[in-house]
């Protein structure tokens, strides 16, 4: 576990779903206006069969027990991840207090420290700040057909 003076970040686990659940939800419906439903995202239910395989994880940015932001990691084995559910309550958002930021850190330093040297990720084209943000952290765009298999 993570601690800075405003928030901690630690590894979530089946019984956060409904946070995150509560926490994604609004921000990718209301929000951002996509069409995507608890349905259509079987992960955010099952967070330990999903994420919490062999050097994967989830993990969770707490303020005062609220769940305040999340982010993803699979391992989809050759030393490759895939980041997703990276989402920050829109009001803690920006540079202070740095929840995505310290949210990424901690999923670099554990795909460093597993042997994951690959990183992906995908993100709607609505959400401008979150290409900057990937981008700060050392992502490029790539094509669609030059992801591997």
Do not use: C
């Amino acid at each position: 576990m993570e601690t800075t003076a405003d928030f901690t970040i630690h590894l979530l686990s089946n019984e956060h779903a409904t946070q995150a659940v509560d926490l994604i939800l609004p921000i990718q419906q209301v929000e951002f206006k996509v069409a995507v439903t608890l349905d259509d995202q079987p992960d955010l239910l099952d967070i330990d069969g999903y994420y919490n395989q062999p050097d994967g994880g989830f993990w969770g940015a707490f303020k005062e027990g609220e769940l305040i932001g999340t982010i993803g990691l699979l391992n989809v084995g050759h030393a490759t991840g895939v980041i997703r559910k990276m989402f920050v309550r829109s009001d803690l958002r920006g540079n202070p207090p740095g929840i995505a930021q310290r949210l990424m850190q901690s999923l670099l330093d554990h795909s460093r420290n597993h042997g994951i040297t690959d990183l992906y990720l995908g993100t709607v084209d609505k959400m401008k700040a979150a290409h900057r943000f990937y981008e700060r952290n050392g992502f490029r765009r790539i094509a669609g057909q030059a992801l591997p298999a």
